[in-house]
């Protein structure tokens, strides 16, 4: 029944679908982050299906590419997507830690931000469209989401958060055991184990993507003195339009 209600908490914290609100009554932060992995795969089935669509009515690329961008924030809500741009802002700044830290935290959006989410968003919707013209079988679109938030859940488990973080992040962590970042690391592996056996390349693109963005967010808990759940969210929309970009390149 925990299970059950960990799994129920993570939808209603990380996707638009909605909950009730006793199930988070008895959850803990770190058993509903083992649930973050199928909240991607949920986020990816949407996308898969929407894929199956616009090939059925035989929708043009550019536009399908566009449809499929929307798609893939739409269940969770742009939740990410704002992590994100916060971060853009915050790492690409000239300040010193501490006025990174401050930007990281404004709710305000900069230019820094409005600039990064607009070749995301060109990056991400052309690489869907030549993704959408390939022969590509819809479980990649799957595995990809999935892939992104198992990694980054175990980033969140193993990097060291921002001193005085007392949001999210110390809320997933809170009730943390070795099962806890294990699972979530199996969950990881298992992806990239999958994607090999019916793919190596698309294994291959998901290693280089993980590659990319653990690299950045090593550079954010440089930067930043630790982590919290903007680097999260960002690198989550990071290792997506890395891989979608790297499978775009190789098809």
Same mark, same amino acid.
């Given at each position: 029944? *925990?299970?059950?209600?960990?799994?129920?908490?993570?939808?209603?914290?990380?996707?638009?679908? %909605?909950? =009730?609100?006793?199930?988070?009554?008895?959850?803990?932060?770190?058993? &509903?982050?083992?649930?973050?992995?199928?909240?991607?795969?949920?986020?990816?089935?949407?996308?898969?299906?929407?894929?199956?669509?616009?090939?059925?009515?035989?929708?043009?690329? &550019?536009?399908?590419?566009? *449809?499929?961008?929307?798609?893939?924030?739409?269940?969770?809500?742009?939740?990410?997507?704002?992590?994100? +741009?916060?971060?853009?802002?915050?790492?690409?700044?000239?300040?010193? +830690?501490?006025?990174?830290?401050?930007?990281? %935290?404004?709710?305000?959006?900069?230019?820094?931000?409005?600039?990064?989410?607009? /070749? #995301?968003?060109? *990056?991400?919707?052309?690489?869907?469209?030549?993704?959408?013209?390939?022969?590509?079988?819809?479980?990649? $679109?799957?595995?990809?989401?999935?892939?992104?938030?198992?990694?980054?859940?175990?980033?969140?488990?193993?990097?060291?958060? +921002?001193?005085?973080?007392? !949001?999210l992040l110390y809320y997933f962590n809170s009730g %943390? %055991?070795?099962?806890?970042?294990?699972?979530?690391?199996?969950?990881?592996?298992?992806?990239?184990?999958?994607?090999y056996f019916v793919s190596p390349i698309m294994c291959?693109?998901l290693a280089g993507a993980a590659a990319v963005s $653990? #690299?950045?967010?090593? &550079?954010?808990? =440089? #930067?930043?003195?630790?982590?919290? !759940?903007?680097?999260?969210? !960002?690198?989550?929309?990071?290792?997506?339009?890395?891989?979608? /970009?790297?499978?775009?390149?190789?098809?």
């Amino acid at each position: 029944m *925990i299970m059950i209600k960990s799994f129920l908490a993570s939808l209603g914290m990380f996707t638009k679908i %909605k909950v =009730k609100d006793n199930v988070f009554e008895d959850s803990r932060g770190a058993a &509903i982050l083992t649930f973050f992995p199928a909240d991607g795969l949920i986020c990816g089935a949407v996308t898969s299906g929407c894929l199956w669509a616009l090939r059925r009515f035989e929708v043009r690329e &550019i536009l399908a590419g566009t *449809i499929l961008t929307l798609s893939l924030f739409l269940v969770s809500g742009f939740l990410h997507l704002d992590g994100f +741009m916060d971060c853009c802002d915050a790492l690409l700044s000239s300040r010193d +830690m501490e006025g990174k830290r401050r930007i990281l %935290k404004d709710s305000s959006v900069g230019a820094f931000a409005v600039i990064c989410v607009c /070749l #995301l968003l060109m *990056i991400t919707g052309s690489s869907l469209a030549v993704i959408y013209s390939s022969q590509l079988f819809w479980w990649a $679109l799957c595995v990809v989401p999935f892939f992104s938030r198992a990694l980054f859940a175990v980033v969140l488990f193993t990097f060291r958060p +921002m001193e005085n973080n007392k !949001g999210l992040l110390y809320y997933f962590n809170s009730g %943390k %055991k070795p099962l806890h970042t294990a699972s979530v690391a199996v969950q990881c592996l298992a992806a990239l184990a999958a994607s090999y056996f019916v793919s190596p390349i698309m294994c291959c693109c998901l290693a280089g993507a993980a590659a990319v963005s $653990l #690299l950045t967010a090593k &550079i954010a808990e =440089k #930067l930043l003195g630790g982590i919290n !759940g903007d680097v999260i969210g !960002g690198g989550v929309i990071l290792t997506e339009a890395a891989c979608y /970009l790297l499978l775009a390149l190789v098809l």
